[in-house]
């Protein structure tokens, strides 16, 4: 917004900026709230936003912001416009410009403030190879449609229309419902990269660096990531998933070609793919400590992290099903679902689920896993035979991270003496405490550091 002459470009193609902290503002946000119901009513022009409200540090989705959301179909609830018509638009990379910047903020490095000149200085980036950007738009949803029978329209004609109008908490939870929808359409047309197949292989192959400094063989022998990967790529199309997997190419060729546009964070020595740490610090510095060398190899994690991200929404379902299998005492249908229900409440701040769809969800992780022959299922039971436990496995693994980072909270505020505090004073004292756990052998799970997961609960 205060970058010299890109500010004032963007403005006149359109765009217009909003605050990021307008809730105490009343008259700013009138002032924003009529300007956008004006641009919705006339039609003057498409509005396009972020539901999510703000850029994605860890490249999976976030939960919806439904402030712009409200605003935009207001008109609508007020009869002021006939439909309104949301377009989900998916964009997909294969390499993130700004990846090794987003890892350093995931571990408390302040962003650095956006100049004009630092944009000129960025031409450099036009110098390396990133791979390709996907945009897909979805099938416009009608408002009007989406809505019948879910809100009551007729309450905004008790009071006069000029007037504000505090939503009811049907019309809320119906916004709320909406945004969901947009963001699950577009997570199903995104296109996943080999690479965030890879991804999700190389961070449970990789075993850690000793505290003390001693190396031990560690990642994926390449044999072994290339078989493992082809694997995973037909698990992930039975899914459902989109993949830009250039066919007329060997797949040798198409994962080796993946390794090298992602060279930066991923390297190959001896036949053994593992993490490419920062291996120096500035100029000057002496060696680095126990700790620095936590955070270094966090930041790889974390990198590679955010492309595995991308292809969570895929195997987020069956694998909370292959959880519930594998946590639940017995094989009762009834116990797995009461088990597969806590976690979608558990990962409801990391994952998108669509609000009164647990049961669509459970009983589509049960026909995905029991398509590729991991689950047995009937009306009275849910198992898991010997020969889908590779399959279950890996969907567990998926989601370890989270669950160490979670425990890691949970251990925090078990010791914490202090009952009220904010969230810049959490994230550090957690961050510190899993630090020291990573230091200890105690935790394995890098992920634990990432400032995201530390406030997800």
């Not at 292989?201 to 990967?229: C, M, R, Y």
């Amino acid at each position: 917004m205060d970058m010299k002459m890109v500010g004032e470009i963007l403005r006149r193609s359109g765009a217009f900026f909003i605050r990021r902290t307008i809730g105490s503002d009343k008259l700013y946000w009138a002032v924003l709230s009529e300007y956008v119901k004006t641009i919705v009513r006339t039609g003057y022009a498409p509005i396009e936003f972020y539901v999510e409200g703000l850029r994605s540090r860890t490249l999976k989705s976030l939960t919806p912001k439904l402030g712009m959301m409200h605003m935009v179909l207001e008109p609508f609830f007020k009869g002021e416009v006939y439909d309104i018509r949301l377009v989900p638009i998916s964009i997909s990379y294969d390499r993130v410009l700004e990846e090794s910047l987003l890892a350093h903020e995931l571990l408390g490095v302040p962003k650095p403030r956006e100049t004009t000149m630092g944009l000129l200085k960025a031409r450099r980036v036009l110098e390396e190879d990133y791979g390709s950007m996907h945009v897909y738009f979805g099938m416009p949803l009608s408002v009007r449609q989406l809505t019948k029978g879910r809100v009551d329209r007729c309450e905004y004609n008790l009071l006069p229309r000029d007037l504000p109008h505090r939503p009811s908490v049907e019309t809320q939870e119906c916004v709320s419902w909406l945004a969901q929808q947009v963001i699950r359409v577009q997570e199903q047309n995104s296109i996943l990269s080999p690479w965030s197949l890879m991804a999700c292989l190389v961070l449970q192959g990789h075993q850690n660096t000793d505290p003390a400094g001693e190396e031990q063989e560690k990642g994926l022998s390449w044999e072994l990531l290339t078989q493992k990967t082809l694997w995973l790529k037909g698990l992930a199309i039975s899914f459902g998933a989109r993949l830009d997997w250039p066919d007329q190419l060997p797949e040798i060729q198409v994962m080796a070609s993946s390794m090298a546009l992602h060279r930066s964070v991923i390297r190959c020595r001896r036949g053994r793919v593992t993490l490419l740490e920062e291996e120096e610090g500035p100029v000057g510095a002496g060696p680095f400590t126990t700790e620095e060398g936590v955070v270094r190899r966090a930041r790889a994690v974390l990198m590679v992290a955010a492309y595995r991200n991308q292809a969570l929404h895929v195997f987020i379902r069956p694998a909370m099903l292959a959880l519930a299998v594998h946590t639940t005492q017995g094989s009762r249908r009834e116990d797995i679902y009461s088990s597969f229900r806590f976690l979608l409440d558990l990962f409801s701040n990391d994952f998108i689920f669509i609000t009164g769809r647990s049961s669509q969800d459970f009983e589509e992780a049960c026909s995905l896993l029991r398509k590729c022959g991991a689950v047995q299922t009937s009306q009275q039971e849910v198992t898991s035979p010997e020969e889908g436990q590779s399959t279950t496995s890996f969907l567990r693994a998926l989601l370890q991270p989270f669950i160490d980072a979670y425990q890691v909270v949970f251990s925090h505020l078990c010791v914490e003496e202090v009952e009220v505090f904010t969230e810049r004073q959490m994230v550090p004292a957690v961050r510190s405490l899993a630090t020291k756990l990573l230091l200890s052998g105690k935790l394995k799970s890098y992920e634990a550091l990432s400032s995201c997961l530390c406030v997800c609960l």
